[in-house]
């Protein structure tokens, strides 16, 4: 069943209203070198400082193997790359790579070139380390993905088979298309060519990883929106092989028939999640933590950035959450890092998660357009 794509764009125009409704008065009111850092809690031994003030609508996050931090955006349409020249775990240098791209969200880097995933085509900056003051202007290595804006914003990342993963969210909230691009997870080759699906039934992932050890894809997947404060959950999913399918837009969470497209389906012979998260709250970027700075029950665990609900009449998220495995068992979710949201007001909206090489994890906020450092010390 397709949904028509009037009705679809009528549902998009009416939730970016809705969602300029809820942050506008929070937009211009918080000035970056006024962060509320000592509102931030974490467990004991850890500790937060800011990184950079100055990236606005800082998002998606890759740190490359010569230490530049390269950031996408998704409203302003800016690259950034920042780098530490003198090792005091602040960005002193943030250089402009790009400006006006279509919501440049992805950001991943391979063989010292930068690919940036605009709505529908995929960019690559050769040699972008030797012209950070000067970019060379990009080559289009793709330009077959749909043009919706709604979900339209991308996250990629280079897979262990070498491979550009890019997911495509579906153009709406709840909809059934024909194109079976919609609501998956792709992969392409460095150079664009041979676009494959790997997993379907994906509503909208924005942060993935491979697990260190078995190799699985993880990623998290936003839940829709209108049946509640409390449903359905959003998701944490693994993929253990290519063509798997997760259930939307016929099942949530595992167990919940969607009252619109359920009818006919049975969530059994789905993926379930390996872990429902809290409802509404746009889990997005994570990582497999592999550093050694962390105690080591962190190691080969997951960090998740839950972005913060806009629709709920109690929010919930806007904190870094920490996901426990036993082998591929989720065996724990609680709370890391949370503060950033006070009295039902956010002053902040965590994206995504990246580890230096010392072990310390950044963390990206684009409300309040700044990336924060987190450390570890036992002393």
Known sequence: MKMNRFRRTVSAQITMVLLGLFFFPFLNGLSA????????????????????????????MILSGKGTLFVGTRRRGYVYALRDEDGDYIAEKVYTIAEGLNMPNGVAVKDGNLYVAEVNRVLRFDDIEKHLADPPEPVVIYDGYPSDSHHGWKFIRFGPD???????????????????????????????????????????????????????????????????????????NRASEPGQHFGFPYCHGGEILDPEFGSGHDCADYEAPARKLAP??????????????????????????????????VPLGYRIMFVELDGNDVTGYKIFAEGWLQKDKPWGRPVDVEALPDGSLLISDDHAGAIYRVSYSNR
Not at 38 to 51: M, N, Q, R
Not at 281 to 288: C, L
Not at 304 to 310: D, F, R, V
Request: hydrophobic share 35%; proline share 7%; aromatic share 12%.
């Open 162 to 236: 070498g491979r550009l993963y890019i997911q495509v969210g579906a153009p709406c909230n709840i909809c059934d298309e024909e194109n079976e691009v919609y609501g998956s997870i792709t992969s392409l080759k460095p150079d664009g060519s041979d676009m494959k699906i790997y997993a379907r039934g994906v509503r909208n992932s924005v942060g993935f990883d491979w697990h260190p050890v078995t190799g699985d894809l993880w990623f998290t997947d936003n839940g829709r929106d209108w049946l509640g404060d409390d449903l359905p959950p959003d998701e944490l």
């Open 33 to 60: 070198k006024s962060l509320p850092l000592h509102t931030l809690k974490l467990p004991d031994g850890f500790s937060i400082e800011v990184y950079s003030d100055n990236v606005p609508n800082a998002r998606s």
């Open 280 to 313: 509404h709250v746009a889990a997005i970027g994570m990582r497999f933590y592999t550093g050694k700075m962390f105690p080591k029950e962190y190691r080969n665990q997951i960090f998740i950035a839950e972005h913060g609900s806009w629709n709920r009449s």
